[in-house]
């Protein structure tokens, strides 16, 4: 066969390159198949990641949503001192223990709503829950300060915490009885009763109690807080040490102010209350050394002789829709608009307002000297910020919240004890229309 008939031979350095990029080929498809295989797994451990924190996140939401509902415990044993509500039924309480940390902490909320200053009035209350304990909820919402939420209330939600329910019409200070008409003005006694049963259940041995209140509530607890206070003497507790004792009082400070059409509209109420329920003997007597029964059953009167820590809780355009305007001083309807949406207030209502938040501020000045005490009031149209949580909780609303503070108060000790406030700064959404109604606040914390 001739020269080009010859088959040639593949050189050996040709197979070498051939199975060298054959097991590089390999060894590629190999990472790139493990490397696939490890991105599907840390996608899959990712997604399991964020399902249980999007499960966690939900679940949060749901302790949020919904309140616990806590059941109502008769006092029936406070019968027998004449603890009763003003149609001579029980009083009544809601408690919920507290756990962990929180296991021998206190705190003690006077339920609000209103007061009655006449035989109608009375007559009306006596015949619904807020004078007559057949009458009240089996179970009620805990919520805000009082709620069971870490989320919503991070400080507060494993204490024990009681609502102690209103039923007499005088802030848990009235004493007396109306035999013509039925009505047991005792709300004095329930408040004595209620906190001496709370006593021996446990609460003589805390370490740190915190009476609160919103509203009339909020009025009971700064006429009770010195009281409160006394209830737990130096040494009182299994261990022989102290027991913190600190008050806290939302949307209280009813101001003996000026109404729409220049009278005294919340004076004279407040003067029938104290006549009718036989209030004198049971409001403070540093005041009433010096003033009038009716002047000490306002706060303003009343604060600068507190000598227990306590922290003043209030929104400055809150008490003016009911205390400054009621119908009888608003003849002609012209501040209707003005309560019922606060962007309708003409130029006028608005300098009204303002001169209103000026009083309040001016009404804490010496109250704010003490190192004991504490305040914050913001200007908020709002009402009983700290149990609703709305206001309380990190959820933004009209009052919008900027910042968490922790308030304490001083002492020879340097006790403790946080309260948390979470409406600072608020943007309020009226002042696009009103540049000159103030959108901040009064802040003074208790000190360290």
């Known amino acids: 066969m001739g020269v080009h008939g010859a088959v040639a031979k593949p050189k050996p350095c040709s197979r070498r390159l051939f199975l060298f990029v054959a097991v590089l080929v390999v060894l590629i498809g190999s990472y790139c198949a493990a490397a696939a295989a490890d991105e599907q797994m840390n996608s899959n451990n990712r997604g399991r990641r964020r399902r249980r924190s999007w499960s966690r996140r939900r679940a949060a939401a749901a302790d949020a949503v919904t309140p616990l509902m ?127 049963h ?44 102290t027991t913190t004792v600190k008050c806290l009082a939302d949307a209280g400070l009813f101001l003996d102010a000026s109404d729409v059409s220049g009278g005294r509209s919340l004076r004279s109420y407040y003067s029938d209350i104290v006549a009718m329920q036989g209030v004198a003997p049971n409001l403070p007597p540093a005041c009433t050394a010096r003033l009038d029964t009716t002047s000490c059953f306002f706060p303003q009167n009343v604060i600068d002789g507190i000598n227990t820590p306590i922290f003043l809780l209030n929104a400055a355009y809150d008490a003016w829709q009911e205390s400054l305007a009621p119908s009888g001083a608003d003849p002609s309807g012209a501040w209707r608009a003005c309560k019922s949406n606060h962007s309708a207030c003409d130029a ?43 206001t309380w909780s990190d959820a933004a609303g009209d009052c919008q919240v900027s910042g968490r503070l922790v308030l304490r108060s001083s002492s020879s000790e340097g006790d403790r004890l946080p309260l948390p406030l979470r409406r600072n700064m608020p943007q309020h959404h009226m002042m696009t229309k009103h540049p000159g109604l103030p959108c901040g606040f009064v802040f003074k914390s208790w000190h360290c």
Request: glycine residues 12%.
């Open 70 to 196: 806590v059941p109502i415990t008769i006092l029936k044993s406070a019968v027998d001192s004449g603890a009763v509500c003003l149609d001579g039924t029980p009083p009544a309480y809601h408690l919920h223990p507290g756990s962990g940390a929180g296991n021998n902490s206190w705190i003690v909320n006077l339920e609000g709503g209103g007061w009655c200053n006449n035989v109608r009035a009375c007559q009306f209350r006596k015949g619904s829950r807020r004078g007559s304990s057949d009458l009240m909820e089996k179970e009620i919402p805990f919520g805000g300060i009082m709620s069971s939420s870490p989320l919503d209330n991070p400080d507060f939600y494993n204490w024990n915490r009681v609502k102690i329910r209103y039923c007499d019409g005088a802030s848990f200070a009235g004493e007396g009885y109306d035999k013509e008409n039925g009505f047991y003005f005792r709300g004095q006694r329930i408040w004595d009763a209620a906190v001496r």
């Open 348 to 390: 006028s209502q608005m300098k009204f307002l303002q001169d209103f938040r000026d009083q309040m501020v001016a009404s804490v000045n010496g109250f704010a000297g003490s190192r004991s005490n504490g305040l914050f009031i913001n200007s908020c149209f709002a009402h009983c910020q700290s149990e609703l949580p709305a």
């Open 198 to 241: 709370l006593l021996s259940i446990g609460m003589a041995s805390a370490d740190q109690v915190l009476l609160t209140g919103c509203s009339a509530g909020g009025l009971a607890v700064i006429l009770h807080c010195d009281q409160f206070q006394a209830f737990f003497p130096r040494s009182s507790n299994a261990g022989g040490g």
